[in-house]
Nanobody
Framework: LQLVESGGGSVQAGGSLRLSCAAS????????MAWFRQAPGKEREAVAT????????YYSDSVKGRFTISRDDAKKATYLQMNNLKPEDSAMYYC????????????????????WGQGTQVTVS
């Protein structure tokens, strides 16, 4: 499975961005999808997870109520709508996928994921 993120950029505090993750090369629809982020000098942290099929979503406390994860299986795409952005949201954002058939029903950690994208930078000033 190949994952390619897009949609990052620079925005002022309070603004919005929508990240996209395009998947190709493997059966995608049953896979759990997730977004992570990593700021310089910090560990990679989970942001949001969506189950295969999209029925369940999970968020970190730091983004709950501001970010929304969604997926369009017909397009093999996963999205992260980010509203009311804060400077502390600045980081490289990564899309990741967990192989389908073994759902965990919680926010994924980096060790839970089997495939990763290359990342897209988000800067909030």
């Amino acid at each position: 499975l190949q994952l390619v993120e897009s949609g990052g950029g620079s925005v002022q505090a309070g603004g919005s961005l929508r990240l996209s993750c395009a998947a190709s090369g493997y059966t995608y629809n049953r896979n759990c999808m997730a977004w992570f982020r990593q700021a310089p000098g910090k560990e990679r942290e989970a942001v949001a997870t969506i189950s295969g099929g999209g029925a369940r979503t999970y968020y970190s406390d730091s983004v709950k109520g501001r970010f929304t994860i969604s997926r369009d299986d017909a397009k093999k795409a996963t999205y992260l709508q980010m509203n009311n952005l804060k400077p502390e949201d600045s980081a490289m954002y990564y899309c990741a996928s967990r192989r389908g058939g073994n759902p965990l029903f919680r926010l994924l950690t980096p060790d839970d994921c089997d495939w990763w994208g290359q990342g897209t930078q988000v800067t909030v000033s």
